[in-house]
């Protein structure tokens, strides 16, 4: 028996090595009418780009490539091609709940989670569609560390969608998130990880990253309205100690921190504590705008979702969701004039799947910014701010194979962006309507 057995290893180790090597991995050639490379600013017309398995092999003119044998070629001539999209501001596990249908609280009382996951399955996929083949998904809402498995499902090719950096629970303070509003007596989900003083803070910061986040989020600001003077107020939540020790704890692991900050006191806590991106920045001073370009603090403003849903114009609410684009917009205008390190983010999830994620980029045109800033901040801007330099967000040889087209000219009307018609994500095609 024991023979046997070595005999049994003996032969399973011997024999893969006496068998044929692993088949090649396949060739594939894109030919580009026009190539948008996420990096320069110049256009090249005629390009070929060779993609051996899921890495991009060459880039090169039309006249003198060499097309390598037996590879399948797609004709993108007649389009314009550009690195896969990146939205680092998402929401796969909301929906742009709907307040007839039981608003946000719903989705984390009555819903099993097995539904909030399929529905994020179903995100995933609508992102991949619109050309976005990396999203840094910015918590799950109350649906722990569900995008962990979700991240797991598409990188093991189970189910499609973009390559996701996750940042699971996020975290906030007591009195800092929802679900709020209900009986004191009654102890509530919430939608985030609440903590009070450093030591907590600490805590859960590597609960989290040892749980599989890529990313912590943070919320530094939470309810906001307009005050005496008609300014724009927000509550400002964790301290700058309880914010020091997350920032410490994360950057120890070697990885980075998303602030959640409106304004205020919050912003300038998040700013002071060493965060790592700004996400909506809403109004941002013009000594808050020289730090973070000081510090190289990420800007990752979302314009569009601000006009969505706003109440009634003569109800407080509405006051304040008016308030809120009136100061995001010139803030955005600050930060490009200023140089602000600035990334493509849409707060997806606030927005349902259902709209087109490619609303933000006219809103960022109509606040300064050029077409092929735009596109970079879509691109290999993100890609610096998420460590990830020419792997992705570059269409230049050793990147991922993630390379989308749209018809026309993007740099002369960005609402292009919006219609997608090949999209390719590690080297597999997953959308080509190009005829
Ligand atoms: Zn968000």
Redesign the pocket.
């Known amino acids: 028996m024991r023979f046997l057995f070595s005999f049994i290893v003996a032969f399973t180790l011997v024999v893969p090595a006496l068998a044929q090597a692993p088949a090649p991995p396949p060739v594939t050639v894109i030919r580009a009418g026009v190539l948008i490379d996420g990096k320069s600013d110049q256009t090249r017309r005629d390009q070929v780009i060779v993609i051996r398995g899921n890495r991009i092999e060459s880039v090169s003119d039309a006249a003198t490539a060499q097309i390598p044998a037996g590879a399948s070629v797609t004709d993108l001539s007649h389009a314009t091609v550009l690195p896969g999209l990146i939205d680092s501001?998402t929401?796969i596990f909301l929906q742009g709940e709907e307040p007839e249908q039981g608003g946000y609280d719903a989705n984390i009382l009555k819903y099993p989670l097995a539904l909030r996951t399929a529905r994020a399955t179903v995100a995933a996929r609508r992102a991949l569609e619109q050309g976005f083949t990396t999203l840094r998904d910015?918590e799950t809402e109350g649906a722990g560390y569900g995008d962990v498995g979700i991240r797991m499902a598409i990188a093991g090719g189970y189910i499609p969608g973009p390559r996701l950096i996750v940042s699971t629970r996020a975290i906030s303070s007591t009195g800092g998130y929802n679900l709020e509003g209900y009986a004191p007596e009654l102890d509530m989900p919430k939608g985030a990880q609440l903590i009070d003083g450093p030591v907590e803070a600490r805590k859960a910061a590597r609960e989290q990253l040892d749980h599989g986040a890529d990313w912590i989020k943070v919320y530094m600001t939470h309810r906001s309205w307009v005050g005496k003077n008609g300014e724009l107020v927000s509550q400002p939540t964790l301290t700058l100690d309880e914010l020091k020790a997350i920032v410490d704890e994360t950057h120890g692991w070697g990885r980075k921190v998303a602030c959640h900050a409106y304004n205020g006191i919050g912003l300038q806590r998040a700013l002071d504590g060493g965060c790592d991106s700004i996400?909506h920045g809403l109004e941002i001073t013009d000594a808050q705008i020289t730090q973070m370009v000081k510090q190289g603090t990420w800007y990752c403003p979302t314009l569009a979702a601000y006009y969505h849903d706003w109440a009634p114009a003569d109800t407080p609410e509405g006051r304040r969701d008016r308030k809120r684009v009136s100061v995001h917009g010139p803030s955005f205008q600050k930060a490009v004039k200023a140089g602000v390190k600035i990334v493509f983010g849409t707060?997806m999830g606030?927005i349902p799947w259902t709209e087109a994620m490619a609303q933000e980029f006219p809103r960022m045109t109509e606040f300064g910014m050029s077409p092929i800033e735009v596109i970079r901040s879509a691109t290999s801007r993100a890609a610096e701010m998420l460590d990830m330099v020419g792997q992705i967000g570059v269409v230049e040889p050793g990147a991922y194979a993630d390379i989308v087209a749209v018809k026309g000219d993007p740099l002369r009307d960005i609402n292009l962006l919006g219609d997608v018609t090949f999209v390719m994500k590690d080297g597999g095609v997953f959308k080509n309507e190009v005829k």
């Open positions: 501001h929401h910015v996400e707060d606030g």
